[in-house]
């Protein structure tokens, strides 16, 4: 075992904070015990090595940016801007640990060659440029998708009732309508349903397609589920009425290949193929996954986890893994089916609000983390933090910490592959959305890790990348025409809202926190680079906070 003093050396090393503030302004110390746990899951080296050149480096526009080469190749660095083939000698000058140069003014993903070696050169603009919203007075509306009401929807609401309240909105002149995470489940076990616990976020969930409406669009008749069933109860009630979805989706696959819809000679099926191959290894990496789970977990409950499956089914490129995706083909496809559907109907209600003229239109939200037996995680380990959960320190809200039970990015494993596995989050929460909103956005720069056997208190940060990312955000947006919302709740690091509002990424503000002593804050004396809401998806409604029912839950 290692020493204190050298455990200490190790931790910060890796990117562990050991000494931290709490929310009271009280210094704490990590003891070593987490810290020793912790080097296990993060490792005792941060990203890659110093003599050797990233895959990607990030700068804004027009400002000088470090590029770690040997000075002495000064002469043969050239620039390819992503907008055209010309290439161009990149001025730099000598500087500590490489040379110094100034990033391009256009925004973009262009490439530094120094003889035969590239590193591409993520430039994000100056301030994020989304979509135009000039007025003074712009409003949204956010709601829990599955909590919608719409006859027939079978006890839970999916996209087609999006559309529906993205259209009602529009008419009423709203600029946007946020959504709680929409990303991929747990199809083999429907008593996993919560949507900051995902399977994967580059995905969506399917139990949100409207049957009767993917069987029209598709031109086969499939039974109408009882009005019944649609009543409006006081719970969801995720595993009766996701099996009956998931039941009405099979069928209707079925019905589906028996018709000869799929196939290329008819618009559907030149339509399903082009969006399966848009999809590429990710997309068939969570319908292998899904298989799996489906044919392990239904075999024996103790392989619910993909680290307690057989040797031969860990890992994506195993012979016994595409031995089994060979052998189950359809059932293959047919979660890609599920996945084409679900982005069709997603697209449709995007298009519903761009019809109704919303300045901004649908904006997704992207989960802190994912369930690390999910998809997700199987498919990419080295890229996720494991051992540990991330979650929160003791605070005046939650005293005790929070352990949220997810994984996420590990900041040297996303730095080593130049990170593609962020960009690509981005890019997936993006696609036909008008803006994003990231839960924890905190974790950009630090997030609270808890090994797990430790209670929550027991966690330390460690510290991300977030120059980097923060650009990769701002660059990925302004690509999109998007905005970006970020959770900046809880304990918030000094000069943290000051760096987001440089990429103009907007803060929250919410009524319940803007206080001062027992007296509400009027809206006039609130950030300018925040927006404005009543509350969060983790804390009490209006009306429940009028009736005080939140004090008596606490």
């Known amino acids: ?30 003891s070593i015990d987490t810290l020793r746990a912790l080097l296990g899951v993060v490792g005792t080296a941060r990203g890659p090595v110093q003599s050797v050149v990233p895959v ?11 590029l770690p080469v040997d000075p002495r190749d000064a002469s043969r660095v050239r620039l390819t801007p992503e907008s055209g083939p010309h290439v161009i000698r990149l001025e730099t000058r000598a500087g500590a640990g490489g040379l110094t140069a100034r990033a391009p003014h256009e925004a973009g993903y262009h490439r530094i060659s120094i003889g035969r070696r590239e590193i591409t050169l993520a430039v994000a603009p100056r301030r994020q440029q989304g979509p135009a919203d000039p007025a003074p007075r712009s409003w949204g509306l956010s709601a829990q998708l599955y909590s919608l009401y719409r006859p027939g929807d079978g006890g839970i609401a999916g996209y087609a009732a999006l559309r529906d309240l993205v259209a009602s909105c529009a008419a009423s002149g709203a600029s946007a309508v946020a959504v709680s995470p929409l990303h991929a489940q747990f199809s083999a076990d429907l008593s996993r349903f919560s949507p900051y616990a995902p399977s994967s976020r580059l995905w969506l969930n399917v139990l949100h397609i409207d049957v009767d409406a993917a069987a029209a669009m598709l031109g086969v008749a499939i039974n109408r589920i009882s009005s019944r069933q649609a009543d409006k109860v006081s719970l969801v009630d995720w595993p009766g009425a996701s099996r009956r979805r998931l039941d009405r989706l099979r069928r209707l696959y079925q019905q589906v290949l028996g018709a000869g819809t799929l196939q290329d000679g008819n ?7 082009i969006f399966r ?42 012979a016994a893994v595409k031995r089994l995706a060979r052998e189950h083909t359809d059932e293959v496809a047919f979660h890609i089916f599920l996945q084409w559907l679900a982005a069709k109907q997603f697209r449709e209600a995007a298009e519903a609000a761009a019809q109704g003229g919303m300045r901004i239109g649908i904006i997704k939200d992207i ?13 990419n380990p080295e890229r996720l933090l494991t051992g540990a959960s991330i979650g929160s320190p003791p605070d005046a809200f939650n005293p005790l910490g929070q352990k949220w039970g997810v994984t996420t990015f590990s900041p040297s494993g996303i730095a080593a592959e130049g990170y593609r596995a962020f960009i690509e989050l981005l890019r997936r929460s993006l696609s036909d959305a008008g803006g994003i909103r990231i839960d924890h956005i905190l974790g ?47 304990t918030v690091p000094e000069g943290f809202r000051d760096r987001l509002s440089e990429f103009d990424i907007k803060g929250m503000q919410l009524l319940w926190f803007e206080r001062d002593g027992r007296q509400f804050r009027p809206p006039k004396r609130w950030r300018q680079s925040a927006v404005a809401m009543t509350t969060t998806h983790d804390l009490p409604t209006v009306a429940g906070w009028w009736m005080g029912k939140d004090i008596g839950w606490r």
């Open 277 to 318: 191959r848009s999809g590429g290894a990710e997309l068939l990496a969570h319908a292998v996954f899904e298989t799996c789970h489906a044919l392990l977990y239904g075999r024996d409950s103790k392989l619910w986890h993909w680290r307690d499956w057989p040797a031969e089914f860990r890992h994506l490129d195993a």
């Open 267 to 273: 618009p559907a099926g030149r339509d399903f193929q």
């Open 367 to 379: 989960a802190v983390g994912a369930d690390g037996g999910g998809s997700e995680a199987w498919s």
């Open 444 to 490: 950009l720069q630090r997030l609270w890790v808890v090994p797990d056997d430790a209670d929550p208190a027991a966690g330390a940060y460690i510290r991300y990348p977030m120059a980097d990312l923060l650009r990769l955000v701002a660059l990925e947006a302004h690509r999109a025409g998007a905005m970006v919302l970020g959770e900046d709740l809880g």
């Open 56 to 66: 990607l480096i990030t700068a804004t526009a027009g400002e000088a940016f470090h």
């Open 1 to 30: 075992m290692t020493s204190d003093r050298e455990t200490l050396r190790l931790a910060r090393a890796a990117g562990v904070v050991t000494d931290w503030q709490d929310s009271h302004g009280r210094a704490r110390k990590v």
